[in-house]
């Protein structure tokens, strides 16, 4: 097994020191400062988002700076020639890379990738080892959460910088498409963001369906959603009925941006004869958490029994997902928009909740907590033109302020611009292709 391994590994190493990279489209990701810190530099998020794509460009970077390329290493624990691997084997990388490569023994700027490590049992071990031992960067990604927090919480402890890979922000898509974000813009470039707005509204930022054709993008997406499904769920949990995975994740896809209740997807299941038990609907959700598929942002309250008792309202990873699964195009226009807010503010927050005022349960979309303990209150609606739609906005906003003792709100929208004083509270309505362009301060 050991010699299949190695060989394996000699073959993979010699293809990736031949092979051309592929170009990456630029992404505001930064490595960790290497020179300065011994960390592992860890890169979580959902498939195809652009974990190995930041990598890439990581090492773009080295070879520009003059670093040969056989000063990187790079493996996909996903390669099939390597079924079976196990931590015994992580050595062979080791030994087999420097017998390829023995004039880079004693250097000190070797980059190592290691690719969804996470699926071999046993990798932090390793990693740690190479952190204590040996003098050389470090990265490695994995699309399981709940996997990576645990043994980065345990063996490598304080040794891990951890970053959350998304697809591609709005600003990063207006970069791609040659326009420098949030600068002085005229008439004809304001026209072209308003414009790719809503491209991205409807499509999303995964790196593939953005350089790939309109038409083949619910295929790409609903591929994307099959192998999570199939690989970082039935197949890590050795679950028997993918069928029912699958009617579960299509159903919570399909109603996006609204609290879920999973009794009533349990409930609804049941009645057309689909057995499964509430409490694996509740382990199967929890599953595309991890696997970063879906983000949920439960209800505000001091109270842990008051949050655990309301539904956690939930999103997609991108907004293009809405699109893929869609069947109720009006609904889901609104959908995108507070989606797409939703994934805006969780680059950067991680308390993210929604909230219903006291005494008439007016829902504000987002209670967001800063690093301050500050609260910001922020509502998510396509128009303002609508004076019943209005009307509903404002006035959950207004109470929410009331509540909380705030003087100022924010409603995004899709291409609406105010500022409203109401009742001695502040709003502003600004559209979301302005607003996305900034990076938010923690």
Not at 49 to 67: D, E, P, V
Not at 425 to 441: E, T
Request: charged content about 25%; some cysteine.
């Amino acid at each position: 097994m050991k010699d299949n391994i190695k060989q394996a590994i000699r073959s993979i190493l010699n293809e990736f020191e031949q092979r051309d990279l592929p170009k990456p489209v630029p992404r505001e990701i930064s490595p960790p400062p290497f020179q300065k810190i011994n960390k592992a530099w860890v890169l979580m998020g959902m498939r195809r988002s652009g974990k190995t794509w930041s990598a890439y460009q990581h090492i773009q970077l080295r070879q520009n700076q003059g670093l040969p390329k056989n000063t990187n290493l790079y493996v996909n624990f996903e390669d099939d020639r390597l079924a079976g691997f196990e931590i015994s084997h992580f050595q062979i990388i080791l030994d087999t890379y420097f017998e390829l490569y023995p004039q880079n023994i004693n250097r000190q700027d070797l980059f190592f990738c290691f690719d969804e490590i996470h699926i071999v049992p046993g990798w932090e071990k390793f990693i740690r080892r190479l952190i204590d031992t040996e003098k050389m960067q470090i990265c490695v990604t994995g699309s399981s959460a709940e996997m990576l927090s645990k043994e980065l919480g345990t063996t490598l402890g304080g040794r891990a910088w951890p970053q959350e890979v998304f697809p591609f922000s709005f600003s990063e898509f207006l970069q791609f498409h040659a326009i420098e974000p949030n600068t002085i813009m005229n008439s004809k470039t304001q026209a072209q963001i308003r414009h790719l707005a809503t491209e991205y509204l409807l499509y999303g930022g995964f790196p593939e369906v953005i350089l790939g054709p309109k038409e083949l993008h619910n295929t790409l997406i609903q591929g994307y959603i099959d192998a999570v499904i199939l690989r970082d769920i039935v197949k890590r949990y050795a679950i028997r009925n993918a069928d029912i995975i699958q009617k579960f994740i299509v159903r919570i896809l399909r109603q996006l941006a609204t609290p879920l209740s999973i009794t009533k997807v349990y409930n609804t299941l049941k009645s057309i004869g689909l057995a499964v038990g509430k409490n694996s609907l509740f382990e199967y959700f929890q599953y595309f958490e991890d696997a970063y598929a879906i983000l949920s942002a439960p209800f505000f309250s001091l109270s842990e029994k008051v949050r655990q008792v309301n539904p956690k309202k939930v999103y997609a990873v991108d907004p293009g997902i809405i699109t893929a699964y869609s069947i109720k195009n009006d609904f889901e226009k609104s959908a995108r928009l507070e989606n797409a807010v939703f994934i805006h503010l969780r680059r950067t927050f991680n308390n993210i909740c929604y909230y219903k005022t006291k005494h008439q349960k007016k829902e504000v979309d987002f209670v967001i907590t800063r690093l301050n303990g500050e609260l910001i209150l922020i509502q998510a609606c396509v128009k303002m033109d609508d004076l019943e739609t209005r009307e509903r906005e404002l006035s959950a906003l207004i109470d929410a302020c009331r509540e909380f003792g705030l003087n100022q709100g924010t409603i995004i929208t899709e291409d609406h611009e105010e500022a409203i004083n109401q009742e001695g509270i502040a709003i502003q309505c600004i559209p979301f292709w302005k607003w996305a362009q900034v990076k938010l301060a923690p």
